[in-house]
């Protein structure tokens, strides 16, 4: 069964730092997915990550897969107060249809 | 806005009841999925459709049950509500087959049961 890890589960952080997310799984999977989450609203979709090496970036955000080590990463630069919220990892469980094994998500507050 | 619509927004029902959430897929999209998110269990896909025929089943509970309508929306229902039945309940929906296509997430239904 896949499984889906995240670090850390909470994340306090000043403006202006930098910080990564990790998102571990399991078993093999060639998709992987970012999605932001604010309070009380649906999920947002922040990157599709499609194959090793894969680095997307939008704005402070900037993501990452290594297919070989089974890792991706969601790197904060500079971060401001607008990007607090959660933020959740999601794999592609090709074995049950495709669907999402979500990770249990990372709360992220940037203090001002 | 992804274009995926669910209705109601907001549902309260005591335990015992039975209700039904509505998912109206983005326009085109063939493939519905329906996920549970509780603060003890985190985000849970719960069963998948694709062009009106099930194709996968995760954690969903024999009370609940779901369907895909001719016109491409589905409904899940709940019954026997327990407590711990509350939740978020999302819907998602995607272009083609599950393999593919990336999925878009609707606004939700909070379905509190007292």
């Known amino acids: 069964e896949l499984k889906v890890e995240q670090n850390p589960l909470f994340l306090s952080m000043q403006e202006g730092k930098n910080y990564t997310i990790y998102c571990n799984y399991s078993t093999t999977s060639d998709r992987l997915y970012w999605y932001r989450q604010d309070p009380g609203k649906s999920l947002e979709s922040l990157f599709v990550l499609l194959s090793n090496g894969a680095v997307k970036q939008e704005g402070r955000l900037m993501a990452s897969l290594d297919t070989k080590a089974r890792l991706s990463t969601l790197h904060i630069t500079a971060a401001v107060h607008d990007l607090s919220a959660t933020y959740f990892c999601?794999?592609?469980?090709?074995?049950?249809?495709?669907?999402?094994?979500f990770g249990a998500g990372t709360i992220l507050r940037v203090k001002s | 806005d992804s274009g995926v619509t669910q209705t109601p927004k907001h549902l309260i029902t005591a335990t015992g009841q039975r209700v039904t959430l509505r998912c109206s897929p983005r326009?085109?999209?063939?493939?519905v999925y329906w996920y549970q998110q509780s603060l003890d269990q985190g985000l849970q896909f719960l069963i998948q459709?694709?062009?009106?025929?099930?194709?996968a089943k995760g954690n969903i509970l024999e009370r609940f049950s779901a369907q895909q309508f001719p016109d491409l929306h589905s409904e899940l229902n709940l019954s026997s509500l327990e407590l711990g039945d509350s939740a978020l309940y999302f819907c998602?929906?995607?272009?083609?087959?599950?393999?593919?296509?990336?999925?878009?997430f609707g606004p939700g239904t909070r379905l509190t049961v007292t």
């Open positions: 998602a929906s995607s272009v083609g087959p599950p393999s593919l296509y990336e999925q878009y």
């Open positions: 459709y694709y062009n009106g025929e099930e194709r």
């Open positions: 326009s085109g999209d063939l493939s």
């Open positions: 999601a794999v592609d469980d090709k074995e049950y249809g495709n669907k999402l094994v």
